[in-house]
């Protein structure tokens, strides 16, 4: 969690035993990351319908005691469903997490998993108990489902290179405020919002130099 300008928290001489409340003093966060809905480009690569569920459905066990697969406690839900979008935000409410912070998926205009964020959250009937935010997961999108046995991530088929440049950090930006910015619940953390990029060396490799990351930075 980060620290916010609520107010400092009381001193407790004994457990808290409530669910925190709005005025809690520490938003807790939670990144999120969006593969458990159906999305075109899944479609495509994996077959009709395919999501990670297929995963967890599909998991084997490999050594005594390894209890797989898994059976998931609602099934395997549509995140992009605003109903089940719903259930998620209560049940991190209900337990102090306050606060998604979303892996976001941009490869030069072309988009994947958002549908989960623009369809399923922010389309949920409570989506005002949760805040949002956006971490850019800014790294090649590459064949690694399954894992595939003795194959590294950098020896998987790149299907969505990553390319950064100013002009494209620009229309990031212009998107972000058209889609996500305005609104009331986008985190902020001491006034500023709050977004991330999963991959530093990605942007300072692209933009040639740590003088054009902050060039890059200031167009936005």
Not at 28 to 42: G, K, Q, S, V
Not at 123 to 130: E, G, H, L, T
Not at 187 to 193: A, E, R, S, Y
Request: glycine letters at 6%; hydrophobic letters at 40%; one cysteine or more.
């Amino acid at each position: 969690g980060l620290p916010t300008q609520n107010p400092v928290c009381p001193s407790h001489t004994t457990p808290q035993t409530t669910a925190p409340t709005e005025s809690q003093c520490m938003d807790i966060a939670a990144f999120y990351f969006p593969n458990f809905h159906r999305t075109p480009l899944n479609d495509a690569w994996y077959g009709e319908g395919w999501t990670e569920w297929e995963l967890v459905k599909n998991a084997r066990p490999r050594f005594e005691g390894h209890h797989q697969p898994l059976e998931p406690a609602w099934g395997c839900f549509d995140e992009a469903d605003p109903k089940w979008a719903a259930r998620e935000i209560d049940l991190a409410a209900d337990h102090g997490v306050n606060v998604f912070i979303n892996d976001w998926y941009w490869y030069n205009g072309v988009q994947m998993l958002h549908e989960q964020l623009e369809q399923g959250f922010l389309q949920a009937p409570n989506r005002s108990r949760m805040k949002f935010a956006l971490m850019w997961a800014n790294h090649p999108w590459c064949d690694v489902f399954p894992v595939k046995p003795r194959l590294g991530i950098g020896d998987a088929n790149v299907w969505l290179p990553m390319r950064h440049t100013v002009a494209d950090l620009e229309r990031v930006a212009h998107y972000c405020i058209e889609h996500y910015f305005r609104e009331p619940n986008y985190w902020t953390v001491d006034g500023h919002l709050y977004f991330a990029f999963f991959s530093y060396h990605a942007l300072e490799k692209d933009l040639g130099s740590a003088a054009g990351v902050a060039e890059g930075l200031a167009r936005m």
